[in-house]
């Protein structure tokens, strides 16, 4: 139906029984509010399509640690410069190195992602070593910091990650499950009725 139309059209609708003017119907759907959804909590594998009805926050740093950022060596890089360096320990995710603080001039192997000891400022990647013994490792120079991944330097504790309204993609179900959300509060999916009249319609075989 052409715009110029709406004004003029009818629609009979059961508050009284009165035909009222379409283009009044339609600004009625227009700016009366909608109902406001039911919320709904479902755990973290059946979130993802789903919209957000409430603001995640983390609740601690990531990462929550200081990590090394690729597989190498992890050293004081102003102690001992002089190479090479003792391997006194190993370093994993999960697994931290569990020794004190070493002597000028030592080394651990380290992993991606596990923590780098307070005493350690330097990481190497391995492919810039030379391991002779599997208990001595030759470095090269590298600046203090580097290949460190500081504590919080993706997302800071408090840090709100994921908002009301967002319509969770599987990246974003991820980043909920990597701030320890295991159940996720969002809307209830909307349900619609279709609903066909008229007697030129007839039941499927008749």
Known sequence: MPPS???TAHVCVLA????????????????RPMA????????IGDAANRVLAEDVSSEAPIP????????????RAADGRGNPRRIVGRSAAGHPFGGG????????RILTGAAVPSWADTVAMQEDCAVRDGTVVT??????GANIRETGEDVRAG??????????????VAMAAS????RLVVYRRLRAAVLATGDERTVPGC
């Open 159 to 172: 840090a709100a990650v994921l908002f009301a309204g967002d319509r969770l993609r599987p990246q974003d």
């Open 5 to 7: 139309d709406l004004a």
């Open 101 to 108: 603080i070493p002597p000028g001039g030592s080394a651990i």
């Open 139 to 144: 470095v090269r120079g590298l600046p203090a």
């Open 16 to 31: 009284g029984g009165h035909p009222r003017p379409l283009g009044d119907v339609l600004n009625d759907i227009r700016d």
């Open 179 to 182: 701030v320890g959300r295991a």
């Open 36 to 43: 406001p959804l039911s919320t709904e909590e479902v755990g």
């Open 64 to 75: 929550p640690y200081r990590s090394s950022a690729v597989d190498g060596y992890a050293f």
